[in-house]
């Protein structure tokens, strides 16, 4: 498979301004979930992880209790790609807000 095209710094501005709760860089972007319980928590990743099955592009994701951090980079691009950006849109979708 290809390796996708790392975006420029422009790029990565340009699309954080469409992606108001993720913040970062073109080394990756990362987003904070608050969640209410551990449990939802549990199962928030389940479910990013389904989403990231589906697109084989899997997120580092950090579970503190209640918060789960979802990190996303393309590493063999050594940056961030348009599927980073893809997979923080479904993301939110699963979580907007």
Not at 9 to 24: E, H, I, Q, R
Not at 29 to 43: C, D, G, Q
Not at 67 to 79: D, E, F, K, M, P
Request: no cysteine.
């Amino acid at each position: 498979m290809p390796r996708p095209p790392r975006l420029s710094p422009d790029d990565v501005t340009a699309a954080l301004g469409g992606l108001p709760l993720w913040s970062g860089g073109t080394d990756g972007i990362e987003r904070t979930l608050e969640l209410p319980t551990f449990r939802a928590a549990v199962e928030a990743i389940s479910m990013i992880a389904d989403v990231a099955e589906l697109m084989d592009h899997h997120p580092d994701l950090d579970l503190r209790w209640t918060t789960v951090r979802v990190s996303v980079v393309t590493h063999s691009a050594g940056g961030l790609t348009e599927l980073d950006l893809e997979l923080a849109r479904r993301v939110d979708a699963l979580f907007p807000g």
